[in-house]
């Protein structure tokens, strides 16, 4: 039967992941829908998948997507008639330390704010309920009771199953050569495969398939499809190894009056345990395992496997047969080194492609059999909908940018296939390539004690210690060794002054004949006047943010737009292609990146002033910062030595203060110039964590943790940015939406030697959770933990007395007014 050439969605992969999305089109009410496959269903890193569902996830979008796919595969045997092997055995999690121990504590705080089961055992519980595993070294474990292993073929055939009843289309040995957008559709070219000599190969056949959206689920082939699209996908697979034992007689006799164990995880010994008839597999996350198919996949290598390298991984096996003694005379049955793809975060690279209309990416899904299920779900809603009930802004593939290389690429997802079983520290930070991305002060903040975090690529000082102090070994899940640096950089800032690089910031200029009424509709407030600023919103079509912007009008149709550091291609994309869709009615826009033509430095505290009237070139340099000249909340074009600088009145710590945008080529003399005039009044160079610190003192939210696609700015509690005068984009869509939550401010009073980290539950009591910290840490201004979050509306009043779960305890928190700290903006209004 001829191949239909004309579809609603095309989806490109048939692995797990392409599979289940199709599955989710279709269930989502696309009648139309086409899966295309190279060879045959699963033969990409599918079929040789251990089939591990492990809830286990730091990161919320992610737990959602675990959760849904755990729950989801329970229900396909009845939909389908095939049983998928869904073995629910549970998964234990042992910890060898205190600090394996804090991470699950921390880790079981966000599964309960998704509703994910789990519960605490000692050593003496493991050993009563499974005496085989030594527990003798162990601190205790985390067990997960409803989730276990699948079979990934059996699962993928299933989702196939359903998705043929549903009406989807599955085409195999086709594959996707060429893409094409025609203005509303895309043409894909396909290609006929045969088999040639054992290789599978193109044939002279091709059809072209028009498709008014496309989905890429390619897996180890990322890097063609990026190639064919003109895009850039970090997602390149690594290799990964399992073994399968030999029969263990030991474990046949337990069996015989006992259910079968959970996947047993020694984190510590980067390796992961289940039983497989009578025996063990043994899988593992060792160091150097290298990057594979770096520039494409082999004809040669189909559903194939790499060779077994056992030396790479002698160090879990010995900690097996440790952990499980009856192991050490069992022989080796059969073994696994396949392809795993990964990017450079771990997390797949989910949602529209970068600059494209109608292309979706799921690429470089790592734990992509766990994920399949929940993807496919969130990914049909983003598609059909226009978003997913989830904000998935996490696992965009835009949260990387065109700076990003193959090489980058492949030795940061080494890092991140090396680093699964690490301690998952909050304030961990990956060494791998770098430094890539300096502002020109690195070299002086280096030697200055910076300790850099990396954000989009950028070197941001994340705080300054006293030189050869040793950041990594600093780390924790309680108060770490940053600590006390980082409060006295944000005492520096309330008390004196301080300096803080924020060259990161993503910038963009949009100006020309439509820009006015362009942003008016673009975003939610009122566009400001020439030389002044506002806070604004963009928001999705579902009336949620999509981002915030810093908006300077610097002429009448000229605009200067900053926003978060890390977004810079999220945000570029969304921005283009408003405009592009815009233009025709509000007439000519332009828009440029600017982001990496100027630098940014923060100076704050209440001698900011004094610093910069030292060194500013003005006819009357003694009143060119007072309130009257340059007023808060306005822009000005002023000299700092021999430096022009677009100064911004607005200081996201909340003390009197100024940005200082700057042409980059001249920031080392900027930084001199601020260093020398700074040094009378004690200033201190402080970093990204005081500031994430004093902006909870003051309710500033932060892009990311309290604004995103799941809350509308009426929701975050910002309804003063909000014009509700004036029609914008999402307006009516977050009207609709009404107040399902609300941002608060809280204060804690929390354990002693800890603050939230943004991640834990809220709750009124130990059985009524009511709402999540989306950000956490520490506030001098009250010498207390703080954190903001969303809670149910009736209880976002000040007053309200709320608990945090920190290290399994509830600790008590009370809501705040909005900006605890100076709440009349006295100080920063303060004139001089
Ligand atoms: C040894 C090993 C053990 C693992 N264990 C687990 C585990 O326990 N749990 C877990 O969750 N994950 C595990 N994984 C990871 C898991 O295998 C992958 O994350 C998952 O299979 C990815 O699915 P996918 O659909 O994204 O990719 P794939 O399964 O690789 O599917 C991609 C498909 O796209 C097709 N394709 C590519 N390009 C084209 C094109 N242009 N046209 C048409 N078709 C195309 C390919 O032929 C392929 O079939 C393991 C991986 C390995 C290597």
């Not at 990934?152 to 086709?174: L, Y």
């Not at 007689?249 to 047993?264: A, F, M, Q, S, T």
């Not at 990594?472 to 006295?488: E, K």
Request: overall charge negative; glycine content about 10%; aromatic content about 10%.
């Amino acid at each position: 039967m001829a191949i239909e050439t004309n579809v609603k969605a095309l989806v490109v992969g048939g692995g797990a992941v392409g599979t289940s999305i199709a599955y989710h089109l279709a269930r989502a009410g696309w009648t139309d829908v086409m899966l295309l496959e190279r060879d045959e269903l699963t033969s990409g890193s599918t079929w040789h998948a251990a089939g591990l569902l492990p809830y286990f996830n730091m990161s919320y979008a992610t737990t959602h997507i675990h959760d849904y796919s755990i729950r989801f595969y329970k229900t396909l045997e009845e939909e389908t008639g095939l049983n998928a092997g869904f073995a629910v055995v549970g998964n234990l999690r042992m910890a060898q330390t205190d600090a394996r121990m804090d991470e699950y504590m921390l880790y079981s705080s966000t599964a309960e704010t998704v509703g994910v089961p789990y519960e605490f055992m000692t050593p003496e519980e493991v050993k009563a309920k499974w005496p085989l595993i030594r527990c003798d070294d162990l601190k205790g474990a985390l067990y997960h009771r409803t989730d276990g292993y699948i079979n990934p073929a059996d699962v993928t055939m299933a989702m196939a199953k359903g998705a043929r009843q549903r009406g989807v289309m599955i085409e195999r040995k086709w594959q996707a050569d060429a893409f094409h957008w025609n203005g509303t559709h895309w043409e894909v070219t396909a290609t006929k495969m045969v088999e040639r000599g054992g290789n599978l190969v193109p044939s002279d056949e091709q059809v072209v398939i028009t498709a008014e959206h496309v989905v890429t689920a390619s897996g180890n082939h990322a890097q063609r499809t990026a190639k064919m699209l003109g895009i850039r996908i970090p997602a390149i697979p690594v290799e990964h190894q399992f073994i399968v034992m030999d029969q263990d007689p030991k474990l046949v006799e337990y069996r015989k009056g006992n259910p079968e164990h959970p996947v047993i995880r020694d984190a510590d010994a980067q390796s992961y345990v289940r039983e497989e008839r009578g025996g063990w597999i043994l899988g593992v996350y060792e160091k150097n395992a290298p990057a594979r198919f770096e520039y494409g996949v082999p004809d040669s290598f189909r559903a194939d496997l790499f060779q077994l390298d056992l030396d790479r991984i002698e160090d879990q096996y010995m900690a097996m047969n440790h952990r499980i003694p009856s192991c050490e005379d069992c022989g080796l049955k059969d073994d696994f080194n396949g392809p795993i793809c990964y990017t450079p975060d771990g997390n797949p690279l989910v949602g529209p492609a970068p600059g494209l209309r109608n292309m979706w990416l799921a690429e470089g899904f790592s734990f992509g059999i766990t994920a399949a299920g929940g993807t496919g779900y969130y990914l049909a809603q983003m598609m059909v909908d226009g978003e997913a009930e989830i904000d998935m802004a996490s696992l965009d593939p835009k949260r990387y940018g065109d700076w990003m290389t193959t090489e980058w690429a492949a030795r940061k997802n080494e890092e991140a296939y090396d680093h699964v079983y690490i301690l998952h520290h909050p304030d961990e930070e990956r060494p791998a390539c770098r430094p890539l991305r300096t502002s020109p002060a690195y070299d002086r903040q280096a030697a200055r004690g910076a300790q850099f975090g990396m954000v989009n690529g950028w070197e941001r000082p994340n705080y300054f210690a006293p030189m050869g102090f040793d950041d990594r070994a600093s780390r924790s899940f309680r108060r770490g060794g940053w600590w006390q640096h980082t409060v006295d950089e944000a005492r520096a800032i309330r008390e004196g002054v301080g300096l803080i690089d924020a060259t990161a910031f993503t910038k963009h200029v949009v100006k020309g004949p439509g820009a006015t009424a362009f942003l008016d509709w673009f975003t939610t407030n009122k566009l400001p006047k020439v030389g002044r600023i506002n806070l604004t919103y963009a928001l999705t079509a579902h009336g949620t943010t999509r981002t915030e912007y810093t908006i300077v009008r610097m002429a009448e149709d000229e605009y200067y737009l900053v926003s978060a550091g890390a977004w810079t291609a999220y945000d570029a994309d969304f921005l283009r292609k408003a405009v592009a869709d815009k233009e025709a009615d509000f007439g000519r826009i332009e828009v440029q990146d600017v982001t990496t033509q100027w630098g940014v430095f923060a100076i704050a505290g209440p001698k900011s002033r004094d610093v910069l009237n030292a060194v500013i070139k003005d006819a009357d340099p003694a009143t060119a910062l007072s309130n009257k000249r340059f007023p808060w909340l306005s822009a000005r074009r002023i000299e700092l030595g021999m430096v022009p600088v677009n100064a911004i009145r607005v200081a996201y710590t909340g003390e009197l203060g100024w940005e200082l945008h700057h042409p980059i080529e001249m920031q080392n003399h900027l930084f001199d110039l601020l260093e020398k005039a700074g040094e009378p009044h004690g200033m201190k160079l402080v970093g990204a964590r005081a500031q994430n610190w004093l902006r909870q003192e003051k309710s500033y939210r932060a892009f990311g943790n309290e604004l995103g696609r799941d809350a509308t700015p009426i929701e975050a509690d910002l309804p003063r940015f909000v014009d509700m005068g004036k029609a914008f984009h999402g307006k009516a869509a977050m009207e609709a939406k009404g107040v399902r939550s609300k941002c608060v401010t809280v204060l804690i009073d929390g354990p002693a030697d800890a603050d939230p980290w943004g991640r834990e539950g809220l709750y009124v009591s130990e059985d009524e959770r009511v709402g999540r910290l989306t950000s956490g840490g520490y506030s001098v201004a009250f010498g207390k933990s703080i954190g903001m979050g969303y809670v149910r509306p009736d209880l976002a009043v000040p007053g309200t007395k709320l608990k945090v779960r920190m290290f399994r305890e509830l600790w008590d928190a009370e809501v705040v007014e909005d900006s605890p700290y100076d709440p009349a903006n006295a100080v920063i209004r303060v004139d001089g």
